[in-house]
């Protein structure tokens, strides 16, 4: 059976059609309506054509209220140019005003639904946003966040970049940089998929390439084991730290779990830590698993090949600022050194918070 097959449609949309579509072309209106809702929901699901209905209800609303406004004769329409006085604005708005009271007064029951459907779905709308800010604009569930910063490459002539960085600048700010109490890196598209195919089927995760660093720098620390070492940020590590959502249902919850091997994708990895349930990582809550990046100073690890990402944690007392200007001290020099890949580069250093939730505190209606 099709996915969404047999769905029925929001009752309160259904219930809207059934007082707006009367009149000649309602049932061809009507069967139009419900044959676009059954075939998106055998084609993208029950949720998504519900959504659909709701949305052409709401647009049906709002055409059929438009046009009742507008049906009067041309006595009702005065057109008034703005005069001299300077008061000719005023005058138009009052004079619309006033025409759209007369509208609603022709058609009150289909202005009461019309009233009450929007300010339903303003308010509906409203309360989630104000929820989702609310849930934002808490602290980031890590100790101490505010010494957490993000770090982007940028260039002189557009300040405002927020570029990946490269693996040999991002290794010399970890060692160079003495505001940093610890730096953590991560690759930077995201999570990558393997299979896991440790005994039966192969379970399909999400998992994540990082540095010996990642976890001491959100203050993460493993329920059993221990993290990676900055020794095995190489290419031919076979390392695994494992979620505890991972240890706990595809790994049976095996307490002596530390030292034994998975399969990723058929090849055997060693466990060296089990993470706490507690941890939610900052890319994503469903990372089921981490593995160490390679670092080495070698191959595709040159200047010029930006795929990383890196958060750092602040010194005791240590602002951005300061932060920033050690920062641009280091890649003055890299710019130096590396005139043909970095004469242009620069790296800006952004409180992580700001950087995760800022764009939402400027459209917030709460």
């Known amino acids: 059976m099709r996915k969404g097959v047999g769905a029925t449609p929001p009752r309160l949309s259904r219930w809207l059609f059934t007082l707006l579509l009367r009149g000649d072309g309602a ?5 139009d309506v419900e044959e676009g809702f059954q075939q998106r929901s055998g084609v993208r699901g029950s949720s998504y054509a519900r959504r659909w209905y709701r949305r052409q209800a ?7 209220w438009t046009a009742r406004l507008c049906r009067t004769s041309t006595n009702d329409v005065e057109l008034r140019r703005p005069d001299s006085k300077g008061d000719g604005v005023m005058r138009t708005l009052l004079h619309n005003f006033r025409y759209a009271l007369r509208g609603l007064r022709r058609a009150p029951g289909f202005a009461a639904v019309t009233i009450i459907t929007l300010a339903l779905g303003i308010g509906a709308n409203t309360a989630v946003f104000c929820v989702l800010k609310s849930v934002v604009q808490a602290p980031l569930p890590y100790d101490e966040p505010e010494q957490l910063v993000r770090l982007y490459h940028r260039e002189t ?3 405002d970049q927020h570029q990946f960085l490269s693996g040999p600048d991002i290794l010399d700010i970890r060692e160079e940089v003495d505001a940093f109490e610890t730096v953590g890196i991560h690759y930077t598209y995201r999570e990558i998929g393997q299979d896991l195919t440790t005994g039966g089927q192969p379970t399909r995760l999400r998992v994540l390439r990082i540095d010996a660093g990642y976890f001491p720098t959100y203050r993460a620390t493993p329920l059993l084991g221990r993290v990676f070492r900055r020794t095995e940020e190489r290419a031919d590590t076979r390392r ?4 505890h959502q991972l240890w706990s249902t595809a790994l ?3 307490s002596d779990i530390v030292g034994t091997t998975v399969e990723l994708d058929s090849e055997a990895y060693e466990v060296t830590g089990v993470m706490r349930a ?3 990582d900052m890319t994503t809550a469903e990372i089921a698993a981490w593995i160490p990046e390679d670092l ?12 990383l990402s890196a958060v750092a944690r602040l010194g005791t007392g240590v602002s951005v600022t300061q932060a920033q200007a050690e920062v641009d001290t280091v ?3 890299i710019a130096q050194q590396f005139p043909e890949s970095s004469a242009d580069k620069l790296m800006r250093v952004v409180p992580l918070h700001g950087d995760v939730v800022g764009a939402l505190h400027a459209l917030s209606p709460c």
């Open 27 to 31: 049932e061809t209106v009507w069967g």
């Open 58 to 64: 709401l647009e049906s609303v709002w055409a059929l």
């Open 157 to 159: 002539a557009d300040p």
């Open 240 to 243: 695994v730290v494992v979620s």
């Open 252 to 254: 049976g919850q095996n």
């Open 278 to 280: 507690t941890f939610r």
């Open 296 to 307: 080495e100073r070698a191959r595709d690890n040159n200047r010029g090949n930006h795929y």
């Open 331 to 333: 890649m003055a020099r």
